[in-house]
């Protein structure tokens, strides 16, 4: 709705006369009524009055024009500020739309009336109308942010009735001005949501791409954004990696042929109980390259943290579960990895709590929101070697969310916060950043030259050299290295009397347990030469013939996995070559462990770089019965195995100084004819951002 105020047209002096006869008539039919022959004087009347206004008119129009329209209802919207007009980062904040029922809709549970009516927003409980929609726009962008990603659900009106869930989607993409704002879809594909026929995917698909050529619809690197909630549904649902793959395919085609060179599509993914700061609980991400994905995302990770925890928490557990999330995804994804900073966890309104976890959820103030999305648009530009789109474009972090009201992840301005929120966002977002990003090149002259160098530039965001600099070059071969550093280290859970280890490429759950994730599929290759299961307590090895010497004897093999004479001195080792459409397992026999004894396990392999993403090596535990057990401790939504992704190591070449232009080189005689991929570094400094780029295969 456009928000401009339409002004009360003029009245004429003709208008104005006609009006005053008008009431002289009006004043005589009042004198007359209840008087014998009433209806002759009003007969009477009506004809002077028609030859008045002939007259009046010179023999023209019969009547005088109705008055004007009352001005439309005025929809009052926050201006634009100074923060929007920020590029410090591309902002993104996730929009829930289930408040444009009747306040009797299940959504207002626990909201409406108590001791949360606080969290009304000032536009008010309800979003159906197109003001208030407007609103949460242009207050949105005056804080900063620079566009919403709206929750999109399939059927909504068989499926929830009595609300339309996708309505303030609609709403924006009617409206003729949005304020600055941009918005994107996010496909939440789980019940009773899920699109499960090619008929509603292919209706679906229209819709979507109808959205996506509105001018303010997000593109990255010139391409609509489009998010699927979870990648592991996404496969449930289709049945097979390929079946994903061509699902995404229609609609990348169908993007296309409304001129656009592809769709940006970003996989969801779920941390699950307690698993904050354990890093073999982290998802193993596989799937997300083999699935067709271009990147990976979230939504909430509210029930990751300490599965302890119970009433009021710290603010400062909720931001570093966020941060653990955001360093294993930039260590263990295969694909660019976007963070995403939540605005609280309190769902004590809506009663959601993990079954057989105690009620519990996170304090927060404006400061303290701020400065976690403050550390995402840090971490963004420290990592970017995991950024979708390169600098200088600014990095792309995302908010959960601006209007989550039931579960307490909110920034929209409320009765009981009015904007505090947002203006301590704004308030940051409008101060100028200490460093500026920075660009790397590199050129590897390649195998083929006898004098082989490695030369590049760094510069700043505006092409300027950057002087004096450390560039730090690592190469990985295209057949991998030999590490023993695929390690996981942390304590058995208490009732833990066994423990299994090994490893899953390309194989699906449930029909190989215990991995709980879709391994791949992808090309594999890698050697595995030992594997230790060590308590510090007493540093005894317990992983049954781990070093393979005895052959198959204490390990159950299957597929495209053989045990065969090792190439790193005497003995044996396991070896896996195999295709996208070939499975390989490996498990040893249960072997003894001491519960709730720290330990750590280590797998000493060398994996070829085209192994990321076919799968990955898991621990799992069991109980004196033999049930495999929750990890860290019992709980709903905890995890049964822990694992390391295959993910090639690195070796380190050297490192460079850049002369006054911002060039270097360093020499690579040493790698010979190696085909390999080279990357280059820029650790960056107290005026510039770290940089990255690679070359190779």
């Not at 023993?484 to 299994?500: H, N």
Request: hydrophobic share 40%; with cysteine.
């Amino acid at each position: 709705m456009n928000s401009s105020i339409s002004k009360q047209l003029p009245i004429s002096a003709a208008d104005r006369a006609a009006g005053l006869r008008l009431e002289s008539v009006s004043l005589r039919l009042q004198a007359v009524v209840g008087r014998p022959n009433v209806w002759r004087f009003v007969v009477l009347i009506v004809a002077v009055m028609a030859i008045a206004s002939l007259c009046a008119c010179g023999g023209g129009s019969t009547a005088s024009p109705p008055p004007p329209p009352p001005p439309p209802p005025v929809c009052s919207v926050a201006g634009a500020t100074s923060a929007s007009a920020q590029t410090r980062v591309r902002l993104g904040a996730y929009y829930f739309d289930g408040w444009s029922g009747p306040l009797t809709n299940f959504h207002f549970d626990g909201l409406v009336t108590g001791p949360y009516q606080d969290r009304e927003p000032l536009s008010g409980w309800q979003d159906n109308t197109a003001c208030a929609v407007e609103q949460q726009l242009a207050w949105a962008h005056s804080f900063g942010i620079d566009f919403f990603i709206f929750d999109w659900y399939f059927n909504t009106t068989v499926n929830d009735p009595g609300e339309d869930l996708n309505s303030a989607l609609k709403f924006t993409h009617a409206m003729p001005n949005r304020h600055g704002m941009q918005f994107a879809i996010l496909y939440v594909n789980q019940p009773p949501f899920t699109i499960s026929t090619s008929a509603d995917w292919s209706s679906a698909i229209n819709e979507w791409v109808g959205y996506m050529t509105d001018p303010a619809y997000v593109l990255i690197n010139g391409k609509p954004y489009f998010g699927v909630i979870d990648m592991r549904a996404m496969r449930q649902t289709f049945g097979s990696s390929s079946a994903v793959a061509s699902a995404l395919s229609q609609l990348r085609t169908a993007a296309q042929a409304k001129g656009f060179p592809d769709v940006y599509i970003v996989g969801g993914f779920n941390t699950f109980d307690g698993s904050s700061g354990l890093d073999g609980l982290f998802p193993d991400l596989s799937m997300a390259k083999a699935d067709g994905y271009d990147a990976v995302s979230m939504y909430a990770y509210g029930f990751s943290g300490p599965l302890a925890a119970s009433g009021v928490q710290a603010f400062s557990e909720l931001s570093d579960v966020g941060t653990w999330i955001w360093n294993q995804g930039a260590l263990n994804s295969p694909l660019p990895f976007i963070p995403v900073a939540m605005g609280g966890w309190d769902a004590r309104p809506w009663g959601e709590n993990e079954p057989g976890r105690p009620a519990f959820w996170f304090s927060r103030s404006p400061q303290e929101v701020t400065t976690f999305v403050s550390d995402g648009i840090t971490w963004a530009e420290s990592n970017p070697q995991v950024r979708p789109e390169p600098s200088p474009t600014p990095p792309l972090v995302l908010i959960e969310a601006w209007n989550e009201l039931g579960e307490g992840g909110y920034l929209v301005p409320t009765m009981g916060d009015g904007s505090s929120y947002g203006d301590s966002l704004a308030s940051m977002l409008a101060t100028s950043p200490t460093q500026v990003r920075s660009i790397l090149t590199l050129n590897d002259s390649g195998p083929s030259d006898p004098n082989r160098t490695a030369s590049g530039k760094l510069t700043d965001a505006s092409g300027a050299g950057i002087a004096g600099a450390s560039v730090t070059l690592t190469d990985t071969p295209t057949i991998g290295t030999y590490s023993p550093r695929y390690q996981l280290s942390g304590q058995a859970p208490p009732t833990a009397a066994q423990a299994v280890v090994g490893f899953r490429v390309n194989a699906d759950y449930p029909t190989t347990w215990p991995g709980y994730f879709f391994a791949g599929p992808g090309p594999s290759d890698f050697s595995l030469y030992q594997v230790s299961y060590v308590q510090p307590s007493d540093g005894i090895q317990r992983v049954l013939d781990g070093d393979f010497s005895s052959g198959p004897q204490s390990w159950t093999l299957q597929g495209q996995t053989q045990i065969v004479a090792t190439d790193r001195g005497t003995g044996q080792m396991v070896q896996v070559v195999a295709a996208s459409s070939q499975l390989a397992m490996i498990d040893s026999a249960p072997f003894a462990v001491t519960g709730g004894a720290a330990f750590q396990l280590t797998f000493s392999a060398r994996v070829a770089p085209s192994s990321f993403g076919s799968g990955y090596f898991f621990l799992a535990f069991l109980d004196g019965s033999g049930n495999f057990l929750d990890i860290p401790g019992t709980s709903a939504g905890a995890l049964k195995s822990g694992t390391i992704p295959l993910v090639s190591g690195k070796l380190t070449v050297g490192t460079a100084t850049t002369d006054a232009a911002g060039n270097y080189q360093l020499n690579l005689t040493s790698l010979g004819t190696s085909q390999l991929i080279l990357e280059a570094t820029f650790a960056g400094d107290a005026q510039h951002w770290p940089a990255y780029t690679s070359v190779g295969p």
